[in-house]
């Protein structure tokens, strides 16, 4: 791909109303991509048993404008991404359109060997910053890459001329059930965590269900008590206006106090039901009459379903905002339709929906797609092709984060053939967890033979850091913190065997109870080489027992194919 942009690319960049309808155009191309990429697993893909493949058309459509927004407007090469699980099929379109994705490869959707229904760092390779197909568990661990982030740059391991980039989340709002982001955010908070984006696609949806309608009201509290931005986009552009008319108040107010089920099933039922419900309850307002008399019912149903988070406009307005505003970490809720565009937009049974032959012929129709030219990178938009082409090709995204890419690489760590018994008295008995401890520690005395070791050496644990005898090491090498926090204890003279200062050059990041957190923070840093470029060795100590209470965040770490060692042993 050509990585200079021509004089038209550079003025749509410096043109707004230039620039948003090149997002606007690409939004329709990632819609109909994701939703022919399901369609030709499932219809068009020779089958032999004929069973369902699926692909979660509906979730994809819903953030749509969200990935948009982000991938074509405002991530540059240093940031990292963990995508929604079930937004898979944009994901690949994503990279299709930035040519980092073959064409072939689209027709192979959740076929062996073919690409990924939820991203994998593993199988889809170098684009997947981060796997997301445990539900959940990516979006935690955005908030101990930021962390890992911190821990390189703060002890200048980093690759040289490496900026610090953002983590950014697409989480699915029924993700917020999960109880191992709120052990997340509550540890993130001990660490203060920055450079973290979350964008929660708030349709309103999850598998089975409508979404309560109390619930984020209670979520936001939680954020902003946590110390983050809490950033809320529920309406667009459109609906924006037509709340600044005469009267347009009762609208909004009407919206805000529609239940998310009633809500949801009128997005289904169209304009003419959207009409009849308005007409019920305001149509005695002259202000209401006035706005959506002139509509047709298919305005109408645009209108009433112009929220934040289709809104390009009101997208990269509110991300660039944050851009400006520092690296706090911050919630965008953006308010969405599941199924959006599609022919079951809103209905609640629509989370495994496809659609039929049929209707997709209409759809077809309606995005402008020869038959023939399905997989046409520019097919059915009014854009000239170069032109689309370059505007990607200028992209912050599209440039490359180092020569290798996105995963990056780092050289090995010297390791001494042998290393130099403990310290101890002669025949002295040692349990093997203590003789783990005292081996440490002899590392972490730092000598000449095991100095380089020992810089890159990490250790973590979930509150059991003593009792497993990683004490004599945390002496040496202290604990990890963004700010230098004195060890009162020390400073007061007070005997203690533990001299736990805090720095930003401590080796030891200490940990609440909470094991799914553990087993995310190795993770995170097992990808250091990847991610910053910086070869870590983390290390992690865990009562035995206690492995099963974070093993599915253990399974996904390594999933991720990161690198580290975990030692467990009998409680003391």
Not at 158 to 166: I, K, L, T, V
Not at 216 to 228: S, T
Not at 261 to 286: H, K, M, N, P
Not at 371 to 385: K, M
Request: hydrophobic share 40%; proline share 5%; with cysteine.
């Amino acid at each position: 791909m050509n990585a200079t942009p021509d004089r038209r690319a550079l003025r749509a960049a410096e043109d707004p109303a230039r620039r948003l309808r090149l997002l606007r155009a690409l939004e329709k191309k990632l819609l109909w991509l994701s939703a022919w990429t399901i369609h030709n697993a499932n219809h068009i893909r020779p089958n032999r048993d004929g069973l369902k493949v699926g692909g979660h058309r509906a979730s994809s459509a819903s953030v749509a404008a969200i990935m948009t927004a982000l991938y074509f407007d405002i991530l540059r090469p240093q940031d990292r991404v963990a995508v929604k699980p079930h937004a898979g099929p944009v994901f690949h379109a994503v990279n299709y359109l930035l040519g980092r994705q073959e064409r072939e490869k689209l027709t192979t959707l959740r076929q062996f060997g073919g690409i990924q229904p939820y991203p994998s760092r593993v199988k889809d390779g170098a684009e997947v910053d981060f796997s997301t197909g445990s539900v959940g568990l990516g979006v935690a661990l955005t908030s101990f890459a930021a962390l890992v982030q911190d821990y390189v740059h703060l002890h200048g391991l980093a690759r040289e001329g490496m900026p610090q980039g953002r983590h950014v989340a697409i989480v699915g709002d029924a993700e917020l059930d999960e109880g191992n982001i709120y052990e997340a955010l509550l540890e993130g908070w001990k660490h203060d965590i920055r450079d973290v984006w979350w964008v929660i696609d708030y349709n309103r949806q999850s598998l089975d269900s409508v979404v309560p309608d109390r619930l984020f009201g209670r979520i936001e509290g939680l954020f902003r008590d946590m110390g983050w931005n809490v950033v809320t986009l529920k309406y667009g552009r459109k609906l924006e206006a037509a709340f600044a008319r005469e009267d347009g108040e009762h609208l909004r107010r009407w919206i805000d106090d529609c239940p998310n089920s009633l809500y949801s099933a009128l997005t289904f039922q169209g304009g003419a039901a959207r009409r009849a419900a308005l007409l019920a309850e305001l149509g005695r307002i002259d202000g209401i009459r006035a706005i959506i008399d002139p509509l047709t019912d298919e305005e109408l149903g645009a209108l009433m379903t112009n929220l934040g988070g289709h809104d390009i406009e009101t997208l990269t307005e509110a991300f660039r905002a944050q851009e400006a505003a520092g690296d706090q970490p911050t919630c965008f809720i953006a308010y969405t339709v599941k199924g959006m565009g599609l022919p079951f937009a809103g209905h609640k049974d629509n989370h495994a929906g496809l659609m039929t032959r049929e209707q997709m012929e209409v759809f077809r129709a309606e995005m402008g797609i020869r038959p023939g030219h399905e997989w046409d990178r520019f097919e059915g938009l009014d854009i000239p092709e170069d032109e689309l082409a370059d505007f990607l090709a200028g992209l912050p995204f599209a440039q490359k984060l180092t020569p290798e890419g996105r995963c990056l690489s780092a050289s090995e760590v010297p390791v001494p053939a042998t290393l130099s018994p403990p310290r101890l008295p002669p025949n002295r008995m040692l349990s093997t967890q203590a003789g783990f401890g005292e081996m440490l520690a002899e590392i972490g005395r730092g000598g000449r033979e095991t100095q380089a070791m020992a810089s890159r050496i990490v250790t973590t644990s979930p509150d059991v850091t003593v009792s497993t005898s990683l004490g004599p090491w945390v002496n040496r090498r202290g604990i990890f913190d963004r700010h230098l926090k004195n060890d009162v204890f020390r400073d007061a003279k007070l005997a203690s065997a533990q001299r736990w200062g805090m720095s930003p050059k401590g080796q030891h990041v200490e940990l609440g109870i909470a094991e799914q957190n553990l087993f995310l923070v190795l993770g995170a840093l097992g990808l250091a080489d990847r991610m910053h470029g910086a070869r870590l060795l983390p290390v992690g100590t865990v009562y035995d027992p206690f492995v099963n209470r974070g093993l599915d965040a253990l399974i996904y770490a390594c999933y991720q194919d990161a690198r580290f060692l975990l030692v467990s042993t009998p409680p003391a």
